[in-house]
């Protein structure tokens, strides 16, 4: 199982980027697909997650309204949708596969992870 993340880069405050996580080796049935990011000095934070098999999302109180994830099972690809991009949302961005638990959130076993995609913002 692969999970190939692109589409960080460095933009200016107020722009948006969209972030890409390439799933091989798994198809996306009873899955749970989340962004993390991670800023130099600091934890790993969850930023959004969505199950596969029903669109159902969440978020963190940090993005909530201008992130949006989704997916797109037909190409096992997910998605991050950052708007109104703050230099705060600074980080290198993980996305990350485990097995839907009935529940929809951000915290539990992962058993998978992409290499990871910067995304640097101006102010």
């Known amino acids: 199982v692969q999970l190939q993340a692109s589409g960080g880069g460095l933009v200016q405050a107020g722009g948006s980027l969209r972030l890409s996580c390439a799933v091989s080796?798994?198809?996306?049935?009873?899955?749970?697909i989340a962004w993390f990011r991670q800023a130099p000095g600091k934890e790993r934070e969850g930023v959004a997650c969505?199950?596969?098999?029903?669109?159902?999302?969440v978020y963190s109180d940090s993005v909530k309204g201008r992130f949006t994830i989704s997916r797109d099972n037909a190409e096992n690809t997910v998605y991050l949708q950052m708007n109104s991009l703050k230099p705060e949302d600074t980080a290198v961005y993980y996305c990350?596969?485990?097995?839907?638990?009935?529940?929809?959130?951000?915290?539990?076993?992962?058993?998978?992870w992409g290499q990871g995609t910067l995304v640097t913002v101006s102010s």
């Open positions: 080796g798994l198809t996306f049935g009873n899955s749970a």
């Open positions: 969505i199950v596969s098999d029903n669109d159902d999302t």
């Open positions: 990350a596969v485990k097995t839907y638990s009935g529940i929809t959130t951000m915290y539990g076993n992962y058993d998978y």
